[in-house]
């Protein structure tokens, strides 16, 4: 067998099955500190707000409780911010007996963290005009 590798960040996240998630390297941009975010009015309750990050605006969506850091995610083309996870690592991981998409970090096996759901289901619980739909 094959060594099989993926890069990206490993976060805790709780709620979760075992509180951790991967976000591969193809998705994940960046780590920075948590934002100061605008809260848009009559938004779902996941979306932090907008936040100014590096001259850019973006949605900031909360994937678990508290704020230690922001992940900068380009999904779909945009950019959106997950923040309630804690980065637990950076780097190249071992995929070997991972689940479809995951890592193992530490001896365990992490899921991937589906951002593109997370994303589209906060948008269809906000009204169209705001996400330009």
Do not use: K
Request: contains cysteine; glycine residues 18%; aromatic residues 4%.
């Amino acid at each position: 067998m094959s060594a099989m590798t993926s890069g990206g960040i490993v976060l805790r996240v709780e709620p979760g099955d075992d509180g951790l998630a991967f976000i591969p390297a193809s998705i994940a941009l960046r780590v920075a500190p948590p934002p100061a975010t605008a809260r848009v009015p009559g938004a779902p309750r996941e979306l932090v707000g907008i936040a100014a990050h590096e001259g850019d605006v973006l949605p900031v969506v909360a994937i678990g409780g508290g704020q230690t850091a922001m992940v900068v995610c380009a999904v779909g083309g945009e950019l959106v911010g997950l923040v309630g996870g804690t980065v637990l690592a950076t780097g190249v991981f071992d995929a070997n007996g991972a689940p479809p998409g995951g890592v193992v970090y530490e001896g365990t096996a992490v899921r991937p963290l589906d951002v593109a759901s997370i994303v589209a289901r906060i948008q269809a619980g906000a009204r169209g005009d705001r996400w330009g739909g």
